[in-house]
């Protein structure tokens, strides 16, 4: 399927991530997590409102009770847009001044998932962690290299995962009613040339949209046979994250990066860090919300 790519935002973001459609709001939240800075692309006016956070932010998501929560360099925290205030939350690497927060989402019962990595992006010393209503935090997979994107299927049983470094997307069977996960298993296999896996949405068929860094594309994955089904190529190359967006969630919004490019790579390149968006042909689910 031939599918049209428009530039929505012409930003040079070194790390842009964290894309998230808010329903009620009607626009996407995503950012620059090597900037500090939070945006807030509105497609009806074109804005793109930015809020600087002070602090390198992985990842954004709505939450239930008002505002925003964030996953912040000095841990979980929760943001009201409307004052620009940060209430820091649970900080669970203060010993880990190496690592950053990257991706991360809500599962269906809005738990908030989010995970770490590196700086220097070469080491296992990231971490999956889940954040609960109730504020506490519990470290869910350890030995990780670049936590990125994360998922759960529409009958909320299987949760897919992305360590960009395993070039993989792993499933686990999930609990819902209490956010266990077991059973790990590799169901898509990136092979060489296509990038590494990164950020990953999952479509009304429950198909995973996955964002390849140094892959200039967002694929579509069939993780029961493993299988592309779709590929979405972009100017640019290194694909950050996707989000399912608009009135009936048939806008796909994608992110990308301008770090790692060398001068040469970004004159070829310029648009590289933009916001994109582009029509996959099918439609998402939507995000789920922080529920503390
Ligand atoms: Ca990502």
């Known amino acids: 399927m031939n599918h049209d790519v428009t530039l929505l935002v012409d930003i040079r ?3 842009g991530e964290g894309a998230i459609w808010e329903a009620q709001k009607k626009v996407l939240y995503w950012l620059d997590i090597l900037s500090s800075e939070l945006y807030e692309y509105n497609p009806t006016t074109g804005e793109n409102k930015t809020y600087h ?9 709505p939450r239930a009770s008002g505002g925003l929560m964030l996953a912040l360099y000095n841990g979980f925290a929760a943001f009201d847009p409307a004052s620009g205030k940060i209430t820091m939350i649970a900080d669970p690497e203060a010993n ?3 690592n950053r927060f990257n991706d991360g989402k809500c599962d269906p019962a809005g738990r908030f998932w989010a995970g770490t990595m590196a700086y220097t992006h070469q080491s296992t010393q990231g971490s999956l962690y889940r954040l609960d209503a109730d504020l506490s935090v519990h470290k869910m997979m350890g030995n ?3 936590s990125n994107g994360i998922v759960w299927t529409a009958d909320k049983k299987t949760m897919y995962y992305i360590d960009t470094h395993a070039y993989n997307v792993r499933a686990y069977d999930y609990d819902n009613a209490t956010g266990n996960i077991a059973n790990e298993r590799v169901v898509v296999t990136v092979e060489k040339g296509m990038g590494g896996p990164d950020g990953m949405a999952i479509d009304a068929e429950d198909m995973l949209w996955v964002a390849h860094y140094g892959g ?9 046979s493993g299988k592309v089904l779709d590929q979405i190529d972009l100017p640019v190359s290194n694909i950050t994250s996707c989000a399912f967006g608009g009135d009936d969630l048939s806008t796909l919004y994608i992110t990308s990066a301008a770090q790692q490019l060398s001068a040469e790579a970004l004159a070829k390149t ?3 860090g ?3 968006r582009a029509n996959p ?5 939507p995000s789920f919300a922080f529920a503390g």
């Open 96 to 98: 880990l001044p190496a």
């Open 53 to 61: 956070v002070g602090q390198h932010v992985g990842t954004v998501v």
């Open 281 to 285: 042909g099918v439609k998402g689910v």
């Open 144 to 146: 990780i290299a670049i």
């Open 13 to 15: 973001a070194q790390v």
């Open 216 to 224: 200039s594309c967002v694929r579509r994955w069939d993780p029961k």
């Open 270 to 272: 310029p648009l590289a």
């Open 274 to 276: 933009s916001l994109f």
